[in-house]
């Protein structure tokens, strides 16, 4: 059964790419407004399950709902900002151009979409650089325009492959904080990660290992119940170590 303030809800998902199982009977519930992260090492599966969720790919077996409607759905991709892994950019356009494109996919025009990319362009601190070609932006300001992008349209659900790979501690924590504000508004996150000291940040985590979801609980709870000092202490408890 889905519950009523599931924004996600995840029934027995299994995927394998041939014969290999890369995820195995997955159960979540992800509620609106909380920042929930996918922790787990590389290639535990963390991108296919996020994938997922969106409608970009599909499960071998199960179902994944997004505001309680069985993916994938096209006609939910408006309350969806998705910023994937590598980002998906046109160097040989300005930051401003990038945006223009990505607005008008979503219907964004005129006055409107001049306002928006003001904004977001703020929020990720790229403002004097609007005008420049991609191809000379740094990676780190490559994943915050990624960022701005996946914020144009206000979407209500924000998943977030990553985010802040690349990007130095001190606009880490101006874009955590803009997650928070986000949050605030009612915007769910949800966000992969490897980085511990990030998951800290989330409300509730979701450890992932070799395609299993081992554990689900705040990162308090995941502490207390495995009598752990860290997430990562956590995280090896619960993955058998
Ligand atoms: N399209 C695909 N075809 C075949 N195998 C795939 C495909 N996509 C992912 N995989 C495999 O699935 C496994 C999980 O990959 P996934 O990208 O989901 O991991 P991840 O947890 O996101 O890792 P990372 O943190 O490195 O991004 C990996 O072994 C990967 O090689």
């Known amino acids: 059964m889905i519950k009523t303030k599931s924004v996600v809800s995840v029934h027995h998902v299994s995927k394998a790419f041939g014969k290999q199982q890369v995820l195995k009977d997955i159960n979540l519930e992800i509620m609106k ?8 090492p590389s290639g535990a599966g963390k991108t296919t399950l996020v994938k997922q969720l969106i ?27 998705y910023m994937a892994q590598s980002d998906a950019l046109y160097g040989e ?13 979503y219907g964004l025009k005129g006055k409107k979409q001049r306002e928006r990319i003001k904004e977001v362009m703020e929020i990720v601190q790229l403002s004097e650089h609007l005008n420049k070609l991609v ?26 492959d990553e985010p802040t790979v690349g990007i130095d501690p001190v606009l ?3 874009i955590w904080e803009t997650f928070y504000q986000l949050k605030k508004k009612g915007t769910t996150l949800i966000v ?19 395609g299993m979801l081992i554990a689900v609980g705040s990162p308090k709870e995941l502490k207390e119940k495995t009598n752990s000092m860290s ?10 170590a």
Do not use: W
């Open 33 to 40: 407004g909380e920042i929930f992260g996918l922790l787990g």
């Open 55 to 81: 409608g970009l790919d599909m499960p071998t077996s199960g179902e994944n709902f997004l505001f309680q409607k069985k993916m994938p759905s096209l006609k939910l991709i408006e309350r969806v900002g």
């Open 93 to 105: 356009l300005s930051a401003k151009e990038n945006l223009q494109f990505f607005a008008s996919l």
């Open 135 to 160: 191809s000379n932006y740094s990676g780190g300001m490559k994943r915050r325009l990624s960022l701005a992008a996946a914020l144009l349209h206000e979407p209500e659900v924000l998943i977030l």
């Open 172 to 174: 880490r924590k101006s």
């Open 192 to 210: 992969t990660t490897h980085v511990m000291d990030e998951a800290e940040k989330c409300d509730r985590l979701g450890l992932i290992r070799n």
């Open 231 to 240: 997430i990562e202490e956590a995280f090896l408890i619960y993955g058998g």
